[in-house]
């Protein structure tokens, strides 16, 4: 097998066969092949796609590349995985809730990638928290907590562990045959046999067109099914923020906001949503309907916010941060930004602001830059709010004033203002399960 042909093969729009496939997991896993040619590869997938074949091979064969898990953790493992966004923080918010509710949650997070913050990052924000731990304390927390989050195991999918870090640095984020095999491989290597996949559409989203998204949900629900997982996926919007809060400190102090019932809005509502989709496939609540009641009871009740505390304790981090925010790195400069002029937003360049945060040094550009945990910004308007001059739109977490400046730049040429009234944005577009495609109307 020569991976120069397999290059040309894919480069020429050939599909290919599933000992090429296996042969580039391999190489991907062992370290035998080199990272330019691996990049070369991946960048002819991105230009000429997989076919519904040879993207279940992929899944199949990066899923194999290493252990297998077959967890047992006192009921049915379910996971939850977001295809990216700015300001998602979901995760934080409902494994706690849906453990609180008698759900096992195994999840395997990712770091950033791209413009969109990744969960394992926002962790490591937290004094003390360990997200690499031995796959038995792993299972352990889970079946002593209901949940745990953790970096992805390096003898987890090595093969999709490489390729996700060259994909961030490549412009090969955007495909969906590497999406799809790179979150499914993950599941499928780390034991789940419900998931609830939450895909984004909009312009802070990988996907930025709902018909891509659709597609990209489809592939996945079936790759899923054929491999005798529980699974569904949900599209949601991502025109703007999930979440006002953008960075990693700043985003574990929004989570810890809801569940202490101080902060509402967007992110709890889609955390609510895709919660109950959890606790029904994985049997624990008989419709979705009533698994977003035990959702809501274990908020009010502060279950939630106990279930989190528990989590991050068992993980070796400072829960004190739960009852007491101010324990969460803060940043040397905080900045406000006025509007300069009455209007309504009217639009907001999602992926604009994520590559701010970035830059301020909340991602990396390079997959071995160092990110500063305290640095972002938090969003004080939403689309379709008015604002009158001078009003503060954003407000900056900045670790100088160079950096300041450059991320004020970029936030207000991501602000479209108007002189007529802007629609909210929509969170919930679609409902995609085996059987088909349900639209969903707010």
Do not use: W
Not at 126 to 138: A, D, S, T
Not at 236 to 251: D, I, T, Y
Not at 331 to 346: F, H, M, R
């Amino acid at each position: 097998m020569d991976i120069l042909t397999i290059i040309e093969d894919k480069k020429q729009g050939r599909a290919l066969t599933r000992e090429q496939i296996d042969y580039f997991a391999r190489g991907a896993a062992d370290g035998s092949l080199p990272d330019y040619q691996l990049a070369a590869l991946l960048m002819a997938i991105r230009l000429n796609g997989m076919d519904a074949r040879e993207t279940a091979d992929l899944t199949e064969a990066m899923a194999q590349s290493g252990e297998m898990l077959s967890p047992d953790v006192g009921g049915v493992p379910v996971d939850k995985h977001s295809t990216g966004g700015v300001g998602d923080t979901t995760t934080l918010i409902l494994a706690p809730l849906v453990a609180a509710c008698g759900g096992k949650v195994l999840k395997m997070s990712g770091r950033g990638l791209g413009h969109t913050g990744g969960t394992i990052d926002k962790l490591e924000s937290i004094p003390g928290m360990r997200v690499e731990l031995p796959e038995e304390e792993f299972l352990s927390a889970v079946r002593s907590v209901g949940c745990a989050v953790v970096g992805q195991s390096a003898n987890l999918a090595p093969a999709d562990k490489r390729l996700y870090a060259l994909r961030d640095v490549t412009a090969t984020v955007d495909s969906v045959p590497l999406i799809a095999s790179s979150i499914l491989s993950k599941k499928f290597a780390g034991g789940a046999r419900a998931i609830v996949l939450d895909v984004k559409t909009g312009s802070g989203a990988l996907m930025d067109s709902l018909e891509g998204s659709i597609d990209l949900a489809r592939a996945m629900v079936d790759i899923g099914f054929h491999a005798g997982r529980k699974i569904v996926a949900v599209v949601s919007g991502m025109e703007e923020p999930l979440g006002s809060h953008v960075g990693n400190a700043l985003e574990v102090k929004e989570a810890i906001d809801v569940l202490s019932g101080r902060a509402a809005g967007p992110l709890l509502e889609v955390s609510l949503f895709l919660g109950a989709q959890m606790l029904y496939a994985a049997g624990i609540a008989e419709n979705a309907q009533k698994g977003e009641e035990m959702m809501r009871a274990a908020l009010e009740s502060g279950a939630g916010l106990n279930k989190l505390e528990e989590m991050i304790a068992v993980q070796g981090g400072d829960s004190r941060i739960c009852r007491d925010i101010s324990l969460l790195p803060k940043a040397p400069l905080i900045v406000p930004v006025p509007a300069e002029k009455d209007g309504y937003l009217s639009h907001v360049n999602g992926t604009a602001l994520g590559l701010a945060a970035q830059r301020m040094g909340a991602g990396r550009v390079k997959k071995e830059d160092i990110i500063d945990p305290a640095v972002g910004f938090v969003m004080e308007k939403r689309i379709g709010d008015y604002v009158k001059a001078g009003e503060i739109i954003c407000t900056l977490h900045a670790r100088d004033e160079a950096s300041a400046r450059e991320a004020e730049e970029k936030v207000r040429a991501a602000l479209t203002f108007s002189e007529n009234p802007a629609n909210k944005a929509r969170l919930l577009y679609a409902l995609v399960t085996p059987e088909g495609v349900s639209h969903l109307s707010e």
